[in-house]
């Protein structure tokens, strides 16, 4: 698993409410899998992994592919849920989430 410090089980088990396409809500997974509980050390670090290219922002192509980064088995994300993510996240407009607007989505 990509993220230490969560429960392989809390893991398995937001991964698998959220298995059939449009039924994936950010804030319910983050709380399954124990990130919203964890400190904001540990969440820059969640953030670091899900930015695959490494370019300091998770963009929409990076968001799709979110649950494979707790999973590599995982579904993609759909073009709705995906879109319904950035936008919760991206609070200054850019296009993008920064590692504080995730914190903030996590943490709030």
Known sequence: ???????????????????????????AFFAKV??????????????????????????EDELKLFLQN???????LTDAETKAFLADGDKDGDGMIGVDEFAAMIKG
């Not at 429960?7 to 698998?16: E, I, K, P, Q, Y």
């Not at 124990?34 to 963009?59: C, M, P, R, T």
């Open 70 to 76: 707790f999973s590599a088995s995982a579904r993609a």
């Open 34 to 59: 124990g990130l919203a509980g964890k400190s904001n050390d540990d969440v820059k670090k969640a953030f670091y992994v899900i930015d695959q290219d490494k370019s300091g922002f998770i963009e």
């Open 1 to 27: 698993m990509a993220f230490a410090g969560l429960n392989d089980a809390d893991v398995a088990a937001a991964l698998a409410a959220c298995t059939a396409a449009d039924s994936f809500n950010h804030k």
